[in-house]
């Protein structure tokens, strides 16, 4: 009987070596793949989810003067939490984003990555076609929170998705791409914004239209489902290892087609084992190896949440607090959010040549340049000139934060860590909405963008004095 139990023990210790021997070299493998266009492929399907979701969040900005105009929201309130303010509106997105990631962020790394992508996307898409529907604030926020909600799984998912997918020697370009391709939906939803709020279609206010043409994004899930695999490494996570490896070995063959030769060897770093069948824990990222990455993080989101945000929501009411009429502050934020998809096109140049904390001082420091700046100039050039230069800095901003995060933590525990600071950090954002509605009524537009300029900066001051370094390192050797 003894020898018996031995012989398990043997057997069951040989058994969990072998599977964490291979599930290394599934990590392995995936990081040796050649940038071939079969790679750059699922980085632009799952940007193109990304598109959508960029274009709920900064809808926020563009439909606001809408709302207020139909009466629905007013610009500030008595109290601090009115709820019929626009505020509210903003706050409600960032809460529902917070309870998102809190409460729903982890089941990625329970059920898939995948999966969650494409749940996520089709729940927003619903919630936001309802939202347009309402007729007071309250019930308008509800659905905001509800479409919120769903926001939130899908910016972890889509995060810890793409870091899992890409070679690590193209990590920052693939984020960078993935920014890029977002970003676009600003001047597009900025665009549609332009032409619509200011007027009534078929009976239906602008601002209403400008949400169920975004809740279009609901007709290309099944499409984007076709075309992107499970993540291996998730696969191989969950002990699920002969999955893995036919899901990879997919991957190779289509990229060995395009790349035309044999693929490189797997070159596994030494010292690094991905081991296979562990629980997501909580508790993980509060263990002396994560805690400093954690709270650095919780930091720099909350910090970047009321600094993006504060900005990119109330551009085009900073621009009628400045004088100009509803028309015209939305032409110059048309023209301003034109700027959008640049950051992340020039951030693709030297996104893995630089070190991550260096591109984040560049891009901070533009966009407190351009904070300052906005406060003393007026003028249709002068002010279109200072928001480009704040957008310009506020899209390489989150890309290189948003990269970041997702190197330091391990594939076990990835959604859910990265999902846990990133709720954190929209609670940030929903209170970038009574923050600068506060400071707007007591300290005008130049207080409001002294705060936005004073959050950039220990936003991204956090995690240059305390971040490690990532480029080039494999997710697995920044994990051990």
């Not at 809408?66 to 009115?82: K, M, P, R």
């Not at 960078?176 to 597009?188: E, G, H, N, Q, T």
Request: charged share 15%; aromatic share 12%.
């Amino acid at each position: 009987m003894r020898e018996h139990i031995l012989d398990d023990s043997a057997n069951t210790a040989a058994t969990s070596l072998s599977d964490s021997i291979s599930a290394g070299d599934i990590a392995a493998r995936l990081d040796r793949l050649p940038a071939t266009r079969s790679v750059w492929t699922m980085v632009l399907l799952l940007a193109l989810g990304s598109f959508f979701e960029f274009y709920e969040i900064f809808s926020t900005a563009y439909v606001m003067p809408g709302l207020i105009a139909s009466g629905i929201l007013t610009t500030t309130t008595e109290s601090f939490f009115g709820m019929t303010g626009a505020a509210s509106y903003i706050a409600a997105t960032f809460v529902g984003m917070f309870l998102g990631v809190l409460l729903f962020g982890q089941v990625a790394d329970r059920f898939g990555r995948r999966t969650v992508f494409t749940c996520a996307l089709l729940g927003y898409s619903i919630a936001s076609a309802i939202m347009a529907f309402q007729t007071d604030a309250h019930t308008l926020n509800i659905w905001r929170l509800v479409a919120g909600v769903f926001l939130g799984v899908e910016i972890v998912t889509i995060d810890t998705y793409l870091s899992e997918l890409v070679p690590a020697r193209i990590r920052g370009r693939a984020f960078a791409i993935l920014r890029m391709c977002s970003f676009i939906a600003v001047p597009m939803v900025a665009l549609i914004a332009y032409l619509l709020v200011p007027t009534t279609l078929l009976g239906y206010e602008g601002w209403r239209w400008v949400f169920w043409i975004g809740s279009c994004g609901a007709l290309f899930i099944w499409f984007l489902r076709r075309g992107l695999p499970e993540s291996p490494r998730w696969l191989a996570s969950h002990g699920r290892l002969k999955e893995a490896d036919a899901v990879l070995r997919q991957l190779e063959a289509r990229v060995q087609t395009h790349y035309g030769k044999a693929l490189p060897k797997p070159t596994p770093t030494q010292g690094v084992v991905l081991k296979t069948r562990e629980q997501v824990s909580f508790t993980e990222i509060w263990s002396r190896h994560y805690r400093g990455r954690t709270l650095m993080l919780l930091l720099c989101q909350v910090a970047m949440g009321i600094a993006l945000f504060g900005f990119s929501n109330w551009m085009p009411t900073f621009l009628v607090e400045h004088g100009i009429g509803l028309t015209k502050s939305l032409e110059y934020g048309l023209i301003i959010s034109c700027v959008t998809p640049l950051g992340p096109l020039v951030a693709f140049f030297f996104a893995d040549r630089i070190e991550r904390k260096w591109q984040l001082l560049v891009a901070g420091s533009l966009m407190i340049f351009g904070g300052l700046l906005f406060v003393e100039v007026r003028g249709m050039l002068p002010l279109i000139l200072a928001g480009s230069l704040i957008t310009l800095g506020a899209t390489v901003v989150p890309m290189v934060v948003h990269t970041y995060q997702t190197e330091l933590y391990p594939t076990r525990n990835r959604a859910l860590a990265t999902g846990f600071v990133v709720a954190i950090g929209r609670l940030g954002g929903a209170m970038s909405g009574f923050l600068i509605a506060a400071a707007l009524k007591y300290a005008g537009v130049s207080g409001a963008l002294m705060l936005i300029c004073g959050a950039m900066a220990v936003s991204m001051l956090s995690i240059i004095l305390f971040g490690p370094r990532t480029r080039g390192r494999s997710l697995e050797e920044l994990n051990r």
